[in-house]
């Protein structure tokens, strides 16, 4: 089997390359602060956004462990009482027409309100991959002193087991025990072609309901088409008819995401971890983490393709696409070795290999449905690869986890902090100093190597 290792590479960046790259993070991650959060982008994306924000805090501890707990803190205020935290927490000084949809498509605070959404701020109905925990326990560990001092874990952590709860409660759609998505917009893989057959059900608003923000600033050859687009805000506006309520609206849309019910194993993993440090018990987390592995594996595995799969609950049938959410539970520490060899060969084969970077493409090269510039549909993020390389450190593959840290350094730096990358050319693409590509480059340079990963 090929390792990953056996790519043409670049020249390694020398020291003086890397204090360079550090100080270029730090000055987006500077320029995009407002004041109490992170926006991924000033023009793009002028709220914030949530596992974006997890992500930017993973990489700001490095500069001020206060102001990455501020960063959680502040996604935390938007919380809803049912315990979900919304992809979007609106800035109430933005104009609503920089972003669409705005706060008065999603209307939280009336049609949200019989679901516990806050009065104030504003914010979306809907979700994002359940990242936090491990960004909040990261956080700690990155100045502990300061964390007790401020009492940070002990008023986050009863927020992200509510938070969990949410998810393995009302989102337990499929009952098998993982936790669905009812929107593209939830597994944070927008337009993935995962999701392209449970769209298909999906009637699209008609074009007058809606104006793109989105186009006033990214190329239409990078971004979704107009007619899922459409579909996105049908499913919206159906959710927030029914006030946002899992009980009782009829999902057009509602898929088991194998990154999205990783990222909550790895998150139920750091809430035990914040559970020792509080002196609370901690088994129920690590027993609810072994038992969410069993159902990923016996649920969206396949042997034979050697990733995860979607699993699509309307059909009860797995979703014949090979996306990078299929590879990102690499990140579980607890993977039978079986599985960790398949995935490791995937990602070392011709799916996923990509010609020009050593970032991870977000859909089979080899796939129908690639395109190597729309979002999602096959340019390479440096999110998952960030989410890779914990995994194949996490498994001991420390010599290709090296050679991906490496190649993300130089993509970073070499395209400004990109969104995203161009997997056949390298070009950097979306939008650029991105927020979370400059706070994971961040982390990659300062994070100490004897860290776990798990």
């Known amino acids: 089997m090929k390792s990953l ?20 993070a730090a000055r987006v991650l500077l320029d995009n602060w407002t004041g109490a959060s992170t926006v991924p982008s000033r023009t793009l994306y002028p709220h914030q956004w949530s596992w974006d924000s997890a992500f930017v805090a993973v990489g700001l501890r490095h500069l001020s462990a206060r102001r990455a707990q501020r960063e959680l803190e502040s996604l935390l205020a938007g919380q809803w009482a049912d315990g979900r935290i919304p992809h979007i ?20 605070s009336g049609a949200g309100r019989e679901a516990g959404a806050p009065s104030a701020p504003e ?38 087991t509510a938070w969990h709860d949410f998810l393995l409660n009302r989102r337990d759609l499929g009952g098998g025990g993982l936790a669905a998505v009812v929107h593209p917009w939830e597994p944070g893989m927008d337009n993935s072609p995962c999701w392209d057959r449970a769209l298909r059900r999906v009637e699209p608003a008609p074009p007058s309901a809606f104006r793109r923000a989105d186009l006033d600033h990214g190329h239409p050859a990078d971004r979704p088409t107009d007619l899922d687009y459409g579909r996105y ?14 009980r009782v609206v009829r999902h057009g849309f509602a898929v088991e ?40 594996v016996a649920r969206l595995w396949d042997e034979s393709a050697g990733l995860f799969r979607v ?10 696409e090979r996306g990078v959410t299929g590879l990102v539970p690499l990140a579980v520490p607890g993977l039978p070795p079986g599985v960790v060899r398949a ?22 090269l080899t796939g129908p449905a690639f395109d190597a510039q729309r979002y999602w549909r096959g340019p390479a993020w440096f999110n998952t690869a960030w989410l890779i390389h914990r995994g194949l450190r996490a498994h001991g593959l420390t010599e290709d986890a090296e050679h991906l840290r490496r190649g993300f350094l ?45």
């Open 257 to 296: 995401d194998p990154c999205f019910n990783a990222l909550l194993i790895v998150s139920e993993l750091a809430l035990a971890a914040m559970a020792r440090e509080l002196g609370l018990p901690h088994a129920p987390f690590t027993t609810r983490a072994e038992a969410l592995t069993r159902r990923l």
């Open 343 to 364: 995935l490791h060969g995937t990602l070392s084969g011709p799916r996923f290999r990509a010609p020009a970077t050593r970032l991870v493409p977000s859909y089979d």
């Open 410 to 454: 130089t993509q970073a730096a070499q395209s400004d902090f990109a969104e995203y990358v161009d997997p056949v050319t390298g070009e950097g693409r979306g939008t650029r100093r991105f927020s979370w590509t400059a706070a994971l480059a961040l982390d990659l340079l300062c994070a100490d190597p004897e860290e776990p990963a798990s």
């Open 5 to 24: 290792v056996d790519r043409p590479v670049r020249p390694a960046p020398t020291a003086a390359a890397d204090l360079t790259l550090r100080r270029g």
């Open 89 to 108: 927490v609106f800035n109430p000084e933005v104009p609503h027409g920089a972003y669409f949809p705005s706060p008065d498509f999603w209307q939280s």
């Open 233 to 246: 805000v049908r499913l919206a506006a159906d959710y927030r008819e029914a006030g946002y309520d899992d």
């Open 123 to 160: 914010t979306s109905g809907i979700v994002q991959p359940p990242v936090h925990a491990l960004a909040a326990w990261l956080v700690h560990r990155a100045d502990p002193a300061e964390s007790r001092r401020r009492g940070f874990l002990a008023r986050v952590q009863p927020r992200l």
């Open 311 to 320: 699993r699509d609950l309307h059909t009860d049938t797995l979703v014949q």
